[in-house]
Each structure stands twice: as C-alpha cells, then as structure tokens.
C-alpha cells in the first residue's frame, strides 16, 4: 500500500523563510468601478504603498473601467488626490504613469471589445504575457453582467500557457444563500473556483493573521484552547462612525449582512478551528469550514433571547451631537434596518461544547474598536486565606484587531510589600513598538496575495454558503419582528441595555469597553 505521503520540498530557518521574495509576475489589472470610493479610499493607495514597499511586479499597468467620462489624464489627476502626500512626489507621478482609463457601461459588449483591445496593447508594452486581474468594484448587482461579458468576449480566457487569469469580488457575496448560490453559478461559468478571490478585508489586517501564528507557533496555547479552561469569547467589532454616505447599501443589509456574515464568522473561525495540516490556501480553508459546520445559532426557539438588535437614536460622540439612524441622509423614515446586533452561540465540537461565543457589532458606538477577548476559567479555588474566589479576575486574552493592533493578557499579580493584596495586571504586546512599523493596509496584502495567486486570506465557496446558511433565519426572523424586534440605544452608548443583559444573566459582562 502506497503510503501517505506530505511532500516538503524545502524547509526553511526563520530568517531564510522570512526573506524569501515574494515577487509577483508582471500583471494587467482591471479594476471595474474604478472612480468610485472603494478605488480612491482603498484600492489605489494599497497598490501605491505595494510599489513603496517594492512589492509590485517588475512591470504592471492598471486600467480603471467605469461609466463616467474621463480622460485619462483626470482620471490620474482624481488618483493623485486619493494618494495625498504619501511618498514623494516623482514617486507618485511614476506610479500613476501605470494608470489609464476606459470609459463604457459594464452591460455593453462595446465596453469589453475596447477593453480587450487596450489590454492587448498593453501586454504588449509590460510584457505581461496576458496575466490579468479583473476587480469587481462596482455595486454588487452589476457583478453578474460583468462576469458574463467578461467571459462571453473571451477575456476571461487564459490567452498564452504562461497566462494567468483571476477574479477578485468585493463583498458582499449575496444578499442570502440562494443570491450567492446565483451568483457563484453564474461565475463558475466563466472561472475556475482556483481563480476567484472573494474579499474580506478584515483577513488582510496583521493581527487578523497572526491568530493563526499565536495559537499554531507558539506551544503553551493548545493544550489550554478548549471548553476545559476557557470559559466564553467575545468578538466585538464597533464602529463610531453612523452610516454615513452608503445609506442606499446600508438600508438593504444591516449589521448582520453587513459585518456578520463576513468579518466576524471569519475571525470565530480563526479563534475556534482546528490545527490545519499546513499554512497553505486549501488546509487552512477546510479547518474554517469544518468550524462553520458545527456552529450552532440560536435555535428559532431562542431567537428573541439570544438575538439582540438596535438602531442607533440621537446622542454624542466625543462631545459631538450624533444624529439618529432614521434622520441620517438617504435613510427612510420609518427604517426597521438594523445598526447594532449582539448574539451569543456556540459550536457544537469536542473542543468548544458548552463555551459560549458572543459576537457584538454596531454603528455609533462610543469608540471604533475591534477585538477578540478570550476569557479563561477561574482557578478552582483561592489558597489566600480570606478572600473568595470570585475575587480573583480569570485570565483574559485579547486580540486587539484595529485600531493599535497588538495583544494582551491579564493576570493577577501580587502588589509589592508585606501584605497579601492582589490585583489585575496586563502583560501587552504592541504590533508597532515590538516591530517599529505599523502594520499594512489590510488591502495591500490582500492585492499582493492575489498577484501571488495565493487564496488563504480569500472566502472560499463553501465557506460563504456556510456562513449564508446561519444567517438566513436570523434575517428571516428580523423579517418577521420588524419593529418590535428592534431596540434603540443613543449614538454613544454602547448598544441597547439587552445586549448587556443577554452576558448578565450568565453572570457574564462585555470586556471590550
Ligand atoms: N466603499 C467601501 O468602503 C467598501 C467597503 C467594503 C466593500 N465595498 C464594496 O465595494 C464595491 C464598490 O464600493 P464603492 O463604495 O466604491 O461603490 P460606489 O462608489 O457606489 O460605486 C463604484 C462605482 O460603480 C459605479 N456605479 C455606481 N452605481 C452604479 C449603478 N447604479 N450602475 C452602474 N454603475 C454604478 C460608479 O462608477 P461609474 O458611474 O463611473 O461607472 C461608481 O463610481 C461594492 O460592492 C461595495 O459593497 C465597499
């Protein structure tokens, strides 16, 4: 019998692994929807900061295709801007020498036979050999035209031996499990499930990363990692910012959609998988998904106590008067979307059985924080004669995820002197003081990553369907309760009163304040 075999082909010390080039292939990027926020805020300045950092390819060039009639001159003039003062300014000016614009509606076949005319001539000039990168920037309707077109024109297809083709999709991927079945249909037609990149931009952020590096390369954390010595996680995601100019998308998903499904699912997983076989794309992806087979959401039976959402009414932050959800520009009226949701659920495996996970996210909170504090159990007694247990803090892990990324760990310590009094103490690792930078843009990772062709940090199928497959009765019963299901909390605050009460009644309090 032939045996199982786990091809090694090199093994590496720290420091040789750690300066193995990561040098992309020359590459054409396509990026549709390209004047719109996500490029300006998000893509250009990542592609910018890859150049800076001398990550980009030999050669490449970007081509922005979108509606709006520009040369290409305003187009570069409009990216300039985006970059503000970071670098020089010939470094600026060499980079946006990359850029060109192609003007179309993404529903014409016109629009991609100039497309595929432009980006023959520009393989030419870079020496590409037809590796390309098509960006779906757009909103989200306009997905499934532009991947039908892309394929239909033949530009989807990989044009030389040594071509690569790959797509990359922003979020959100549907609106429910049967919209992001549709629409992975409709792409499976033309890609391969080895060419997509589903984004999640919170899987680009270091610290996001280094749970993996934390839990798997260091010893003394596995054998505490379990229902046997932690007691509860609490994943928070909070944002001080209202809804700001995107009340047209934010009206149709909510919180749950907008931060649930994604971003928070991803770092539960992260916190609660298995050890996968190795750091590549695919074992680190089926652990993700074995975790989401075995959540368990509150049962429909549970939804009213174990679900809590809110809007945000009028309030302060920062000594700044906050407007209410329902008033903020493009919001309806008599809107039931809801800005704040607090869950708890566990995950039915040998590993977590009993140990509940609350998960927490919500707009106009009093500060923009995202963090997993993982809470271990208390020491079974106290030998300090007089005082209870209860007085002693268990220990608490936190992964601070933004801003300040770093982590911590609070213990209990003896203060100096004769006298037996104890008290909490954190032990803190900064990202930026332990490695004097801070840490990249989560997207400039995530563009080098899909250069490299490497899909680690990127959803895969059926992990979206998992997590889609959780979520859908959540919606259907926010659906159902409307209003009376919905709990305002003042911009501010830190979410309706319930959200505190649902930790409470297990004897439990929120630890990201
Ligand atoms: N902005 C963010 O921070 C952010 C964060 C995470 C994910 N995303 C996702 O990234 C994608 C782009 O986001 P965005 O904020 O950049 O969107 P956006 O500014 O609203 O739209 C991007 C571009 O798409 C085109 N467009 C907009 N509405 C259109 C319509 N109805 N029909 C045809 N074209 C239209 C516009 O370009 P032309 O008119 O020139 O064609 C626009 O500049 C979305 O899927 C969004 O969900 C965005």
């Given at each position: 019998m032939a045996a199982a075999s786990t091809v090694v082909s090199k093994v590496f010390t720290k420091d040789e692994l750690c300066a193995l080039e990561r040098a992309p292939a020359p590459c054409g990027i396509v990026i549709f929807g390209a004047s719109g926020d996500l490029a300006h805020r998000k893509l250009f300045p990542a592609l910018f900061s890859l150049v800076l950092d001398h990550l980009m390819p030999k050669d490449f060039y970007v081509i922005g295709v979108g509606r709006t009639s520009l040369t290409d001159v305003a187009f570069q003039s409009g990216v300039r801007q985006a970059l503000g003062t970071v670098g020089t300014a010939e470094e600026r000016a060499e980079f946006i020498s990359h850029l060109t614009y192609l003007s179309g509606e993404y529903h014409l076949e016109a629009t991609y036979a100039a497309l595929g005319k432009r980006l023959a001539g520009l393989d030419e000039v870079h020496q590409t050999h037809g590796c390309h990168i098509f960006y779906l920037a757009t909103p989200p309707a306009l997905y499934e035209v532009i991947v039908g077109l892309l394929g239909s024109?033949?530009?989807?297809?990989?044009?030389?031996?040594?071509?690569?083709?790959?797509?990359?999709?922003?979020?959100?991927?549907?609106?429910?499990?049967?919209?992001?079945?549709?629409?992975?249909?409709?792409?499976?037609?033309?890609?391969?499930?080895?060419?997509?990149?589903?984004?999640?931009?919170?899987?680009?952020?270091?610290?996001?990363?280094?749970?993996?590096?934390?839990?798997?390369?260091?010893?003394?954390?596995?054998?505490?990692?379990?229902?046997?010595?932690?007691?509860?996680?609490?994943?928070?995601?909070?944002?001080?910012?209202?809804?700001?100019?995107?009340?047209?998308?934010?009206?149709?998903?909510?919180?749950?959609?907008?931060?649930?499904?994604?971003?928070?699912?991803?770092?539960?997983?992260?916190?609660?998988?298995?050890?996968?076989?190795?750091?590549?794309?695919?074992?680190?992806?089926?652990?993700?998904?074995?975790?989401?087979?075995?959540?368990?959401?509150?049962?429909?039976?549970?939804?009213?106590?174990?679900?809590?959402?809110?809007?945000?009414?009028?309030?302060?932050?920062?000594?700044?008067?906050?407007?209410?959800?329902?008033?903020?520009?493009?919001?309806?009226?008599?809107?039931?979307?809801?800005?704040?949701?607090?869950?708890?659920?566990?995950?039915?495996?040998?590993?977590?059985?009993?140990?509940?996970?609350?998960?927490?996210?919500?707009?106009?909170?009093?500060?923009?924080?995202?963090?997993?504090?993982?809470?271990?159990?208390?020491?079974?007694?106290?030998?300090?004669?007089?005082?209870?247990?209860e007085e002693l803090s268990p220990n608490v892990l936190h992964f601070r995820i933004q801003p300040n990324e770093g982590i911590s760990l609070r213990l209990e310590a003896k203060h100096p002197g004769p006298k037996v009094c104890l008290s909490s103490v954190t032990m803190h690792f900064d990202y930026t003081e332990a490695f004097g930078v801070t840490p990249p843009e989560a997207y400039a990772r995530l563009f080098l990553d899909v250069m490299l062709g490497d899909q680690t940090l990127f959803a895969r199928q059926d992990w979206l369907e998992h997590s889609w497959k959780l979520l859908d009765p959540l919606l259907q019963y926010e659906k159902d309760v409307q209003e009376t299901g919905l709990r305002s909390y003042p911009a501010g605050s830190w979410g309706p009163p319930e959200a505190d009460a649902l930790l409470a009644r297990e004897g439990r309090q929120w630890l990201t304040r």
């Open positions: 024109s033949g530009l989807a297809a990989a044009r030389s031996s040594r071509a690569c083709t790959r797509l990359v999709v922003e979020k959100p991927f549907g609106h429910d499990l049967s919209s992001a079945r549709d629409l992975n249909v409709a792409i499976r037609r033309v890609f391969q499930e080895d060419q997509i990149y589903r984004i999640d931009h919170y899987l680009g952020k270091e610290t996001v990363q280094n749970i993996l590096m934390f839990r798997f390369a260091n010893a003394i954390y596995e054998p505490v990692w379990n229902e046997k010595y932690i007691d509860h996680v609490q994943i928070t995601a909070a944002e001080s910012d209202g809804v700001e100019h995107r009340a047209g998308y934010y009206e149709q998903a909510g919180v749950l959609r907008d931060m649930f499904q994604n971003h928070l699912l991803q770092l539960l997983c992260l916190v609660a998988m298995e050890p996968p076989a190795s750091f590549d794309a695919d074992a680190v992806r089926n652990e993700k998904s074995k975790v989401m087979t075995a959540v368990s959401f509150p049962s429909a039976d549970r939804l009213g106590q174990d679900v809590i959402r809110g809007q945000y009414g009028a309030g302060e932050i920062e000594r700044e008067a906050a407007p209410a959800y329902r008033n903020e520009p493009g919001v309806h009226p008599n809107s039931f979307t809801e800005t704040f949701a607090a869950l708890r659920m566990e995950i039915d495996n040998w590993r977590w059985h009993g140990v509940p996970f609350y998960l927490r996210s919500g707009k106009r909170l009093p500060k923009r924080v995202t963090e997993i504090a993982v809470q271990f159990r208390r020491v079974p007694t106290s030998i300090f004669k007089s005082l209870v247990v």
